[in-house]
C-alpha cells in the first residue's frame, strides 16, 4: 500500500505531520511499537531535513507485509559532501534554523540509526533522495 | 455495537439513559476516543474505546448521559463510616461556609469519620522520589487522572511505560486509614470506606483498578449528590453536635494537588502541566514522534482546572480553585505546614505504594494478521474517495474516517451516509424507501417526522 505526502521547505510547524500520520496508519496494522517507533522517528528527521534545508519535497511510503519502504525526494540544495554529512554533529542548517532547536546534525545519523538500511543520493544544486527500509519481523542478515 | 477484537473487562461509570437521549450528535463528536455512535435514535457507548473522561456528560444538552453511583444507604452497613473527600469538595462551597460546617454535615449525613483524601500526599511523593530514582523512562507521566491512564492504554500505548505506577492519593489514603483504624481496633468488617468522587474516572477506577490491585474502597458517592445534602443541612437551623473523628494530616501541598500544577510544584527537573483532555491529546500526539526525554515529568490531567473541573463538581471551578488556594495559604501560615508527613508504621510505602503492571489496550486495530490489515486499510482508504469529508456525523459515526473503519470492520454501511445515499438513488443500488429505513435505524423511527417538541422549536417545554 502506497502513501504519497507532500513537504514544503521552511514549514516548521508542519515538520512531524508526515511522521504523524504514518504513526496512525501503523497503529492501526497493529504493526509491534518497537518497529514503529523507530521508521517515525527516521521519518520526521527526514521531514525536518526537507524542511529546514530543501525548497520541497514528496515522501513516498510502501507498506507490505514484510517491510515499510520510505522514500524521501526533496527539490533544494542537495549535499556535496554525502560522508561528511552522515557524521553526528555535522550541520550545514543557518543560525536561524539551529535558533530554532533544530540543526543539531543528527539527522542523517538518526535516520541511519532508526532504519534496516538506508540509501542516500544527491546531485548538488538539483536535490537529495534518502530511501529507506524496515522490516516489520526481525530480518536475518 | 462493538469492536470484536477487543472485549475485556473494562468497569465504566458512564450510561447513555436511553428515555432521555434525544439522539443527537453532541456527545459523538467531543469523544476524544470516538467512542460513541448513534443507533436506533440513541447514543451507545463502544465499551472498550471509552476512558470515562465525562466529556460526553459535559455535552449532553438533555442530561442523558447518567454517572453511576452507589446508594448512600449502603453506608450503613457498616457501624464505621468513612468518608474520603477530595480537597474539591470544600472549595465549590461559597467562602461564608466553614470546612467545619461542612464536615458537620457530612457527620449528619452519617458519616463517623472524615478524611482528606489528599491526607497521604507526602507518602505519595516520597513514592514519586522513589520511583523516578529507580527507572529510567522519561518523561515519566503521573498516574493521578484515571482517565488519562486509559487513555495512554488505548490511544498511546507505546506510553503505557512512561505511566509511573504510584498509587494516587485516593488509593494511598484508603490504605492508610484502613490499616490506622484497624491498629485502633476496628475488626476489619465493620470499617466501610467510601469516597466522595469529583469525576466519573474514579470511580471506574475504583471499581476497576488499574495495576489488577484490588481496591480498600468499598463505595463511592457522587460529589454532586453530597453537595445537594451538604446544602440542604446548612440551610437549616442546626445545634452544632460532637464534631466527627477526623485528623490533622492535611497540608498546603495536600490542598493544591488535585488543582493544575499541584504535582509539578514539586518536581526538581523540568516539568510540564496539562490539563484539558484536548490539550493532552495534542500533546501525547507529539511526544510519541518527537522525543521528549529532556523533560522528566507529565502531569497530565483530563479536565480543564483539573479536579476542579470534575464533571460532578457543581460550583464554579475557577471560584473554586481561587477558594483552594485561599486555604493553602492559610496552611501555608502554619508553624507546622512544612513538616512532611510522611508513614508513622501504618502503611508500607515499599508494599502499598506502588500499582502492578499498566498493560496496553490498544484500540482502533484494523486485524491482528497484517495481511488482513493491509487489506482492510487498502479498502478503507478507496472508501474514503467516495465519502464527503466534512465529518457531518449524519451516519451515527462521528467523523467519516471512523465511518470508513465501522464499515471494513463489519459494523456500518456505505449506505449510512447520507451523501452516498444520494449517490447510490442516483445509481438505482438503493431504493427511495430503502434509504428511509437506513436513516431510521440510525436517528429512530418517526425521526423524519415533524416533531415541535424539539430545542428550539414551537413547543421546546412541553
Same mark, same amino acid.
Given at each position: 500500500?502506497?502513501?504519497?505526502?507532500?513537504?514544503?521547505?521552511?514549514?516548521?510547524?508542519?515538520?512531524?505531520?508526515?511522521?504523524?500520520?504514518?504513526?496512525?496508519?501503523?497503529?492501526?496494522?497493529?504493526?509491534?511499537?518497537?518497529?514503529?517507533?523507530?521508521?517515525?522517528?527516521?521519518?520526521?528527521?527526514?521531514?525536518?531535513?526537507?524542511?529546514?534545508?530543501?525548497?520541497?519535497?514528496?515522501?513516498?511510503? /510502501?507498506? /507490505?507485509?514484510?517491510?515499510?519502504?520510505?522514500?524521501?525526494?526533496?527539490?533544494?540544495?542537495?549535499?556535496? /559532501?554525502?560522508?561528511?554529512?552522515?557524521?553526528?554533529?555535522?550541520?550545514?542548517?543557518?543560525?536561524?534554523?539551529?535558533?530554532?532547536?533544530?540543526?543539531?546534525?543528527?539527522?542523517?545519523?538518526?535516520?541511519?540509526?532508526?532504519?534496516?538500511?538506508?540509501?542516500?543520493?544527491?546531485?548538488?544544486?538539483?536535490?537529495?533522495?534518502?530511501?529507506?527500509?524496515?522490516?516489520?519481523?526481525?530480518?536475518?542478515? | 455495537?462493538?469492536?470484536?477484537?477487543?472485549?475485556?473487562?473494562?468497569?465504566?461509570?458512564?450510561?447513555?439513559?436511553?428515555?432521555?437521549?434525544?439522539?443527537?450528535?453532541?456527545?459523538?463528536?467531543?469523544?476524544?476516543?470516538?467512542?460513541?455512535?448513534?443507533?436506533?435514535?440513541?447514543?451507545?457507548?463502544?465499551?472498550?474505546?471509552?476512558?470515562?473522561?465525562?466529556?460526553?456528560?459535559?455535552?449532553?444538552?438533555?442530561?442523558?448521559?447518567?454517572?453511576?453511583?452507589?446508594?448512600?444507604?449502603?453506608?450503613?452497613?457498616?457501624?464505621?463510616?468513612?468518608?474520603?473527600?477530595?480537597?474539591? =469538595?470544600?472549595?465549590?462551597?461559597?467562602?461564608?461556609?466553614?470546612?467545619?460546617?461542612?464536615?458537620?454535615?457530612?457527620?449528619?449525613?452519617?458519616?463517623?469519620?472524615?478524611?482528606?483524601?489528599?491526607?497521604?500526599?507526602?507518602?505519595?511523593?516520597?513514592?514519586? *522520589?522513589?520511583?523516578?530514582?529507580?527507572?529510567?523512562?522519561?518523561?515519566?507521566?503521573?498516574?493521578?487522572?484515571?482517565?488519562?491512564?486509559?487513555?495512554?492504554?488505548?490511544?498511546?500505548?507505546?506510553?503505557?511505560?512512561?505511566?509511573?505506577?504510584?498509587?494516587?492519593?485516593?488509593?494511598?489514603?484508603?490504605?492508610?486509614?484502613?490499616?490506622?483504624?484497624?491498629?485502633?481496633?476496628?475488626?476489619?468488617?465493620?470499617?466501610?470506606?467510601?469516597?466522595?468522587?469529583?469525576?466519573?474516572?474514579?470511580?471506574?477506577?475504583?471499581?476497576?483498578?488499574?495495576?489488577?490491585?484490588?481496591?480498600?474502597?468499598?463505595?463511592?458517592?457522587?460529589?454532586?449528590?453530597?453537595?445537594?445534602?451538604?446544602?440542604?443541612?446548612?440551610?437549616?437551623?442546626?445545634?452544632?453536635?460532637?464534631?466527627?473523628?477526623?485528623?490533622?494530616?492535611?497540608?498546603?501541598?495536600?490542598?493544591?494537588?488535585?488543582?493544575?500544577?499541584? %504535582?509539578?510544584?514539586?518536581?526538581?527537573?523540568?516539568?510540564?502541566?496539562?490539563?484539558?483532555?484536548?490539550?493532552?491529546?495534542?500533546?501525547? %500526539?507529539?511526544?510519541?514522534?518527537?522525543?521528549?526525554?529532556?523533560?522528566?515529568? =507529565?502531569?497530565?490531567?483530563?479536565?480543564?482546572?483539573?479536579?476542579?473541573?470534575?464533571?460532578?463538581?457543581?460550583?464554579?471551578?475557577? =471560584?473554586?480553585?481561587?477558594?483552594?488556594?485561599?486555604?493553602?495559604?492559610?496552611?501555608?501560615?502554619? %508553624?507546622?505546614?512544612?513538616?512532611?508527613?510522611?508513614?508513622?508504621?501504618?502503611?508500607?510505602?515499599?508494599?502499598?505504594?506502588?500499582?502492578?503492571?499498566?498493560?496496553?489496550?490498544?484500540?482502533?486495530?484494523?486485524?491482528?494478521?497484517?495481511?488482513?490489515?493491509?487489506?482492510?486499510?487498502?479498502?478503507?482508504? *478507496?472508501?474514503?474517495?467516495?465519502?464527503?469529508?466534512?465529518?457531518?456525523?449524519?451516519?451515527?459515526?462521528?467523523?467519516?474516517?471512523?465511518?470508513?473503519?465501522?464499515?471494513?470492520?463489519?459494523?456500518?454501511?456505505?449506505?449510512?451516509?447520507?451523501?452516498?445515499?444520494?449517490?447510490?438513488?442516483?445509481?438505482?443500488?438503493?431504493?427511495?424507501?430503502?434509504?428511509?429505513?437506513?436513516?431510521?435505524?440510525?436517528?429512530? %423511527?418517526?425521526? =423524519?417526522?415533524?416533531?415541535?417538541?424539539?430545542?428550539?422549536?414551537?413547543?421546546?417545554?412541553?
Amino acid at each position: 500500500m502506497q502513501f504519497r505526502h507532500k513537504i514544503s521547505g521552511g514549514d516548521f510547524a508542519r515538520a512531524g505531520n508526515v511522521a504523524s500520520a504514518v504513526k496512525k496508519i501503523l497503529r492501526q496494522l497493529n504493526i509491534e511499537h518497537s518497529v514503529s517507533k523507530r521508521i517515525v522517528i527516521a521519518l520526521y528527521e527526514g521531514e525536518v531535513n526537507v524542511v529546514a534545508h530543501a525548497y520541497s519535497g514528496i515522501i513516498d511510503v /510502501d507498506i /507490505d507485509e514484510e517491510k515499510i519502504k520510505t522514500k524521501i525526494t526533496d527539490i533544494g540544495p542537495g549535499i556535496s /559532501d554525502i560522508e561528511k554529512a552522515m557524521e553526528e554533529g555535522y550541520s550545514t542548517a543557518t543560525p536561524q534554523v539551529r535558533e530554532m532547536g533544530f540543526g543539531a546534525g543528527m539527522g542523517l545519523a538518526n535516520m541511519k540509526k532508526n532504519s534496516d538500511s538506508m540509501k542516500i543520493s544527491s546531485i548538488p544544486g538539483e536535490g537529495t533522495t534518502v530511501e529507506l527500509v524496515n522490516y516489520i519481523k526481525p530480518h536475518a542478515g | 455495537m462493538q469492536d470484536k477484537s477487543l472485549n475485556r473487562d473494562f468497569h465504566h461509570a458512564l450510561t447513555v439513559h436511553n428515555d432521555l437521549c434525544i439522539g443527537c450528535t453532541h456527545c459523538m463528536t467531543v469523544c476524544p476516543t470516538q467512542a460513541i455512535r448513534v443507533r436506533k435514535g440513541k447514543a451507545t457507548i463502544i465499551a472498550n474505546r471509552c476512558v470515562d473522561c465525562g466529556e460526553c456528560y459535559k455535552a449532553c444538552p438533555v442530561s442523558a448521559i447518567a454517572v453511576e453511583q452507589d446508594d448512600l444507604e449502603m453506608i450503613f452497613k457498616y457501624p464505621v463510616r468513612v468518608i474520603l473527600i477530595p480537597s474539591v =469538595l470544600i472549595g465549590q462551597f461559597p467562602k461564608k461556609i466553614m470546612t467545619s460546617s461542612i464536615y458537620n454535615a457530612l457527620k449528619e449525613i452519617g458519616f463517623t469519620h472524615i478524611y482528606e483524601v489528599e491526607n497521604t500526599v507526602d507518602m505519595v511523593l516520597e513514592a514519586y *522520589r522513589q520511583y523516578m530514582h529507580e527507572h529510567t523512562e522519561r518523561p515519566m507521566i503521573s498516574s493521578y487522572c484515571p482517565a488519562i491512564i486509559r487513555l495512554i492504554q488505548v490511544k498511546y500505548p507505546s506510553l503505557v511505560d512512561n505511566i509511573m505506577k504510584v498509587n494516587p492519593p485516593i488509593d494511598m489514603s484508603a490504605m492508610y486509614y484502613r490499616e490506622k483504624l484497624k491498629a485502633g481496633g476496628i475488626p476489619e468488617e465493620q470499617i466501610g470506606l467510601f469516597y466522595a468522587t469529583p469525576c466519573a474516572a474514579k470511580i471506574a477506577a475504583v471499581k476497576s483498578p488499574v495495576g489488577e490491585t484490588e481496591s480498600a474502597i468499598n463505595g463511592v458517592i457522587n460529589i454532586n449528590f453530597l453537595y445537594n445534602r451538604i446544602l440542604k443541612f446548612l440551610q437549616r437551623k442546626y445545634t452544632e453536635s460532637e464534631p466527627p473523628e477526623t485528623d490533622d494530616l492535611l497540608s498546603s501541598r495536600g490542598i493544591l494537588w488535585s488543582l493544575t500544577r499541584g %504535582e509539578v510544584i514539586h518536581s526538581n527537573g523540568r516539568a510540564l502541566a496539562i490539563d484539558g483532555i484536548k490539550n493532552v491529546n495534542e500533546f501525547l %500526539e507529539n511526544i510519541e514522534n518527537e522525543k521528549l526525554d529532556q523533560i522528566d515529568f =507529565l502531569e497530565l490531567r483530563a479536565c480543564d482546572e483539573s479536579c476542579a473541573g470534575g464533571i460532578l463538581i457543581s460550583g464554579n471551578r475557577f =471560584l473554586t480553585v481561587e477558594r483552594l488556594k485561599n486555604r493553602a495559604e492559610e496552611y501555608q501560615a502554619r %508553624e507546622d505546614d512544612k513538616v512532611r508527613k510522611l508513614s508513622d508504621g501504618f502503611l508500607d510505602i515499599n508494599e502499598h505504594g506502588f500499582l502492578g503492571d499498566i498493560g496496553p489496550r490498544p484500540m482502533g486495530t484494523l486485524d491482528e494478521d497484517l495481511a488482513t490489515a493491509l487489506k482492510k486499510m487498502e479498502r478503507q482508504r *478507496r472508501i474514503m474517495c467516495f465519502l464527503p469529508g466534512f465529518d457531518c456525523a449524519g451516519c451515527g459515526a462521528p467523523d467519516c474516517q471512523t465511518l470508513s473503519e465501522d464499515i471494513v470492520q463489519g459494523n456500518a454501511q456505505i449506505s449510512h451516509c447520507i451523501f452516498m445515499q444520494h449517490q447510490m438513488i442516483k445509481q438505482n443500488v438503493l431504493s427511495q424507501g430503502q434509504a428511509i429505513r437506513v436513516t431510521e435505524s440510525i436517528w429512530g %423511527e418517526g425521526r =423524519l417526522e415533524k416533531n415541535c417538541n424539539k430545542l428550539g422549536a414551537e413547543d421546546e417545554n412541553n
